[in-house]
Every structure is written in structure tokens, then in C-alpha cells.
Antibody
Framework: EVQLVQSGAEVKKPGESLKISCKASGYSFTNYWIAWVRQMPGKGLEWMGIIYPSDSDTRYSPSFQGQVTISADKSISTAYLQWSSLKASDIAVYYC?????????WGQGTLVTVSS | AIQMTQSPSSVSASVGDRVTITCRAS??????LGWYQQKPGKAPTLLIY???TLQSGVPSRFSGSGSGTDFTLTINSLQPEDFATYYCLQDHNYPCTFGQGTKLEIK
């Protein structure tokens, strides 16, 4: 079965760092781009950026450039989204999604809570 | 970045009705558009890609049309499980961009 399984919910304080993960299975990880999507509470979907795990070619939406880092480890078929210093405004559910025929396979989402 | 303008933002309908949702791109995107359904507390799922191709397993009451800048998602004969929020997403170029979403509610 083709699937993306994300790491669990996180509760962090402002200023802390965080790295969440997205593990792929059931397909060749290096052959498909993986994107990250943010959904703030009660809001719509926002496309953050995308990585090609084969060569780590990465593209960011201007809104997220410099705010997060997308990476991948092809040896363990896992993509990552990380923050060096979280803000209260980073509270959201974050989804990873494979770009096959459109964005066809979605992770279950990771809830990130930032609170002092 | 390409802007996607989706309308309406919400719509009320009854089981059995037909509903149409539109997305307009700020520039031509050929047919590089997908439609996604999201139910509360769940990840989105792909309904239609390349503007008009039904994703495997998606009921045939869903259909998509359009090319260039104007796109439409139509749901015929609404079923109770169709009440959800719908998004368009262009993947013509990076950054990809979503429409604002359409919440489909039961009348």
C-alpha cells in the first residue's frame, strides 16, 4: 500500500526548534516530489514547499522561504519539515503529500502546538 | 505566484442537488489543476486531476472541466458524504497555490 505516515503531535514553546517527519512506503521514494501543506486552525490549505528526494532539489513558496526548512533522507524514505525558532503563529496541522498525478497521496497530518 | 480565486466560499444544498464550484487562475495554467475534498479533522483527498480526470475510486457524480484560466467542479446528485470543504490547487508551476476553499453544507 502506498502511504505517507507522519510523526505525532508536538507541543513546543516559542523559540524552540522542531523537526517533523513523513515516512513513505509502498513506492519508490526517490521518483516523486514531496510537498508540505499548512492548515492553520479553521483556515484553508497553504502550499509551503516541495522537495525531490533523489537530489534534494527544493522549492519554497515565498511566504515560507526562510521560515522553514524542507529536507529528505532517501536512505530511510523520509521527508522532513523543520523550524529553528517556533512562533505562536506556527500553530497548525502540517501535511506532507506526494506529487504523482497531482498531489495524490497525503499523510495523516501533524498537529503542531506552540504555547508558553 | 499564480493566484487561484475560488467561488463560492460556501454553499448550502440538499441531498440530490447538483452543485458547481469554480476556480479562476490569474494566468493560464493549461489543465494543471486538481480538486480536493476535505472532511473535518481529516487530510484532503484527491478527486480530480488534470482538470477533468477522475481519480481512481472517486464516484462518477464528480466531474471537472476547464482549461487555461477557468475551471469547474460539478457534483451531481449530492450524497450525504459529499458535505465537506473543496479546494482547487494549481500545479502548473511553483509555488503551487490553492483556492480559498468552498464549504458545502446541508440545507
Amino acid at each position: 500500500e502506498v502511504q505517507l505516515v507522519q510523526s505525532g503531535a508536538e507541543v513546543k514553546k516559542p523559540g524552540e526548534s522542531l523537526k517533523i517527519s513523513c515516512k513513505a512506503s509502498g513506492y519508490s521514494f526517490t521518483n516523486y516530489w514531496i510537498a508540505w501543506v499548512r492548515q492553520m486552525p479553521g483556515k484553508g490549505l497553504e502550499w509551503m514547499g516541495i522537495i525531490y528526494p533523489s537530489d534534494s532539489d527544493t522549492r519554497y513558496s515565498p511566504s515560507f522561504q526562510g521560515q522553514v526548512t524542507i529536507s529528505a533522507d532517501k536512505s530511510i524514505s523520509t521527508a522532513y519539515l523543520q523550524w529553528s525558532s517556533l512562533k505562536a503563529s506556527d500553530i497548525a496541522v502540517y501535511y506532507c503529500v506526494r506529487h504523482g498525478t497531482a498531489f495524490d497521496i497525503w499523510g495523516q497530518g501533524t498537529l503542531v502546538t506552540v504555547s508558553s | 505566484a499564480i493566484q487561484m480565486t475560488q467561488s463560492p466560499s460556501s454553499v448550502s444544498a440538499s441531498v440530490g442537488d447538483r452543485v458547481t464550484i469554480t476556480c479562476r487562475a490569474s494566468q493560464g495554467i493549461r489543465n494543471d489543476l486538481g480538486w480536493y475534498q476535505q472532511k473535518p479533522g481529516k487530510a484532503p483527498t484527491l478527486l480530480i486531476y488534470s482538470a477533468s480526470t477522475l481519480q481512481s475510486g472517486v464516484p462518477s457524480r464528480f466531474s471537472g472541466s476547464g482549461s487555461g484560466t477557468d475551471f469547474t467542479l460539478t457534483i451531481n446528485s449530492l450524497q450525504p458524504e459529499d458535505f465537506a470543504t473543496y479546494y482547487c490547487l494549481q500545479d502548473h508551476n511553483y509555488p503551487c497555490t490553492f483556492g480559498q476553499g468552498t464549504k458545502l453544507e446541508i440545507k
